[in-house]
């Protein structure tokens, strides 16, 4: 008889009782929809000690301020650290990965300052005004390690909302950024999870030069550009 976990009778019996990695660590797990409202899933989250209830890649359509729509998917659990107390770990980390707007980093070609100086990160506030407002209502600061640009490889440390993710979060290691700057998101461990439109922006100043940040190229390699150039925009954050 397969192991069926305790949020079968509440939930429906449904295939993540089977082969998620509760039970058995499975990796072969195909992400559902979560049936359940937004409301739902933050209730959940905050009431429930271990949220067995979603798994990594579980996603849920939702409809933003602006009336478009976007995948909130389930990227890691216990990964980022919350700024309330500097030590315990957000539940969730939920991705909105497709953007369909082109943003500079930077006014000018410059990293100086890195994440935490730059337009990019001003900017995360307007998309964090068109998001659901029980997600507002919800979301927890984390604190993020960023290089501090302009050939500067000291990390420092920022407290956010909306973030966008590290090269380190995205691909699993670091080619053109400083070490330092996280772990890789467990829902990006699988190449196919890191096919994104429009080559967004990664948080990370590049590391030998002053001009540039680091951005998704491909599913296993990332590139540079120039801080003035426009691209695309995937962010995370957490509950």
């Known amino acids: 008889m397969e192991a069926k976990c305790s949020y079968c009778e509440f939930f429906g019996d449904k295939p993540h009782c089977h082969n998620c990695k509760i039970f058995n660590g499975s990796r072969t797990y195909v992400p559902t929809e979560i ?125 956010d909302k909306l973030f966008l993710f590290s090269e380190i979060e995205f691909y699993g290691r670091n080619k053109y950024s400083v070490a330092g700057e996280g772990e890789q998101y467990d829902y990006f461990t699988k190449k196919e999870n890191r096919v994104l439109e429009n080559y967004p922006w990664l948080r990370s100043p590049y590391r030998d030069g002053s001009r540039s940040f680091c951005y998704v190229c491909d599913a296993v390699d990332s590139l540079c550009s120039y801080a003035y150039n426009c691209s695309g925009v995937a962010f995370g954050f957490c509950i």
């Open 35 to 159: 049936n359940l409202t937004l409301e739902e899933i933050v209730n959940h989250i905050n009431n429930n000690e271990n949220v067995e209830a979603f798994n990594i890649g579980d996603y849920k359509n939702i409809t933003l301020y602006t009336g478009e729509t976007a995948k909130l998917i389930v990227l890691d659990f216990n990964k980022d650290t919350l700024a309330s107390d500097g030590s315990s770990t957000a539940k969730v980390t939920f991705g909105i990965l497709k953007n369909d707007g082109f943003f500079k980093m930077n006014a000018e070609d410059t990293n100086a300052g890195g994440w935490a100086s730059s337009m990019m990160r001003a900017r995360m506030e307007k998309f964090f005004a068109i998001l659901p407002p029980v997600l507002k209502e919800n979301i927890k600061p984390v604190i993020k390690k960023t290089a501090g640009g302009g050939n500067n490889s000291e990390v420092i440390s920022t407290v």
